[in-house]
């Protein structure tokens, strides 16, 4: 037995993302975008809404960063989320994050979250707030690589937002590998 919900924004997992601009001014900016996710296979989608200082931002410098919450900062992913850029000039200072400026556009990387993707600005609609990006880098910083140098989820401990119950939680372990597991069934 089934029970039906309607028309929900509910998605397993959902990803916490950290939208990063500059204003005009050079000042950097965040904030917790509810909604996102890859969008193409060069591409990331996010919904932010016309109103938001980082939409403002963005539209004027045509580049952003998006970097993914941990863990080790669920507090300071939530604040950047409930703080306006217009009324905390030094968001990132008071959340207690630092940045510098990304290698490949003019946005910032925030220093403590160990995953950001560089994106240029494909496309974005002021009606529904749906911004495209197109990913053109993808750093990690070295704490959450393994031996091959590759990202190490348990290293990293990207957290997901449970839309349903309003929490964040941490990804867990591995229960299976993709591109081979279903091998089994053919």
């Known amino acids: 037995m089934r029970k039906n919900f309607g028309v929900q924004t509910w998605l397993y997992p959902m990803p916490v993302l950290i939208v990063g601009t500059y204003d005009e ?54 604040f950047v989320g409930l703080v306006s850029g217009k009324n905390e000039p030094d968001k990132l200072g008071k959340a207690g994050f630092h940045s510098h400026r990304a290698e490949l556009v003019d946005a910032p990387v925030i220093d403590e979250l160990p995953m950001t993707l560089e994106c240029r600005l494909v496309s974005y609609d002021p009606e529904t707030g749906c911004t495209v990006g197109e990913i053109v880098n993808v750093s990690a910083d070295e704490r959450i690589l393994d031996s091959d140098g590759k990202i190490d989820p348990s290293k990293f401990e990207p957290i997901t937002f449970d839309p349903v119950n309003h929490r964040y939680r941490k990804l867990g372990e591995v229960v299976g590998t993709a591109f081979r597991d279903g091998r089994k069934l053919l």
């Open 25 to 78: 001014a050079g000042t950097p900016d965040a904030m917790n975008a509810a909604w996102g996710g890859i969008h193409d296979t060069n591409q990331i989608g996010v919904c932010i809404d016309p109103g938001h200082q980082t939409a403002k931002n963005l539209l004027a410098k045509r580049v952003f960063t998006v970097s993914v919450g941990d863990a080790a900062h669920v507090v300071e992913c939530d």
